[in-house]
T-cell receptor, first 115, second 111 residues
Framework: GNSVTQMEGPVTLSEEAFLTINCTYT??????LFWYVQYPGEGLQLLLK?????DKGSNKGFEATYRKETTSFHLEKGSVQVSDSAVYFC??????????????FGDGTTLTVKP | DAGITQSPRHKVTETGTPVTLRCHQT?????MYWYRQDPGHGLRLIHY???????DKGEVSDGYSVSRSKTEDFLLTLESATSSQTSVYFC??????????FGPGTRLTVL
């Protein structure tokens, strides 16, 4: 079955530091990959996505590249801000009939950015 | 923002009582989902729907039932609530089964 493994947290960084949150996946089909972000007390929001190999998703200074050869989709940001403090989830959805319509989520990585 | 609401937002109930949570969307999306989120367990799928009256189980469906009689509404029912069902419940919608849009969540406490 499908699975998503992401870097365990919590991650604590100083403002303006470089961020990487690792995500690797296992899928039987040709998945689309996503990063979601959850701020305290809120639901998840889509941060970025990539639908095929070598695609780069980007949004709000965050980037992630779909690497089929390493089955990875690592999240990066060059300079984090205090407002980036949140929980980040890596996820995939695939088109295989048995999994159609369902997504698989990682366990989430908590990021805290200190001023 | 996607038009998705959940009600109630907070609920405290007693063990053994029935509870129904409602998810309402205004986007006419085909797919709707119910998840629970607990510390140390991430996000777990309870049930989902791929159309009116078409539903399927997720990974933690025991003790829960769902119904979808209209495109816009997806109900989650706990027939007899237990303390292990204390959690934050999120509804989500998706047009194609790919990216999902989440509601604000319902915090349920079962005493």
């Amino acid at each position: 079955g499908n699975s998503v493994t992401q870097m365990e947290g919590p991650v604590t960084l100083s403002e303006e530091a470089f961020l990487t949150i690792n995500c690797t996946y296992t899928a039987t089909g040709y998945p689309s990959l996503f990063w979601y972000v959850q701020y305290p007390g809120e639901g998840l929001q889509l941060l970025l996505k990539a639908t095929k190999a070598d695609d780069k998703g980007s949004n709000k200074g965050f980037e992630a590249t779909y690497r089929k050869e390493t089955t990875s989709f690592h999240l990066e940001k060059g300079s984090v801000q205090v407002s980036d403090s949140a929980v980040y989830f890596c996820a995939l959805s695939d088109t295989q009939w048995s999994n159609a319509g369902k997504s698989t989520f990682g366990d989430g990585t908590t990021l805290t950015v200190k001023p | 923002d996607a038009g998705i609401t959940q009600s109630p937002r907070h609920k405290v109930t007693e063990t053994g009582t029935p509870v129904t949570l409602r998810c309402h969307q205004t986007e006419n999306h085909r797919y709707m989902y119910w998840y629970r989120q607990d510390p140390g367990h991430g996000l777990r799928l309870i049930h989902y729907s791929y159309g009116v009256k078409d539903t399927d189980k997720g990974e933690v469906s025991d003790g829960y039932s769902v119904s979808r009689s209209k495109t816009e509404d997806f109900l989650l029912t706990l027939e007899s609530a237990t303390s292990s069902q204390t959690s934050v419940y999120f509804c989500a919608i998706s047009e194609s089964g790919g990216e999902q849009f989440f509601g604000p969540g319902t915090r349920l406490t079962v005493l």
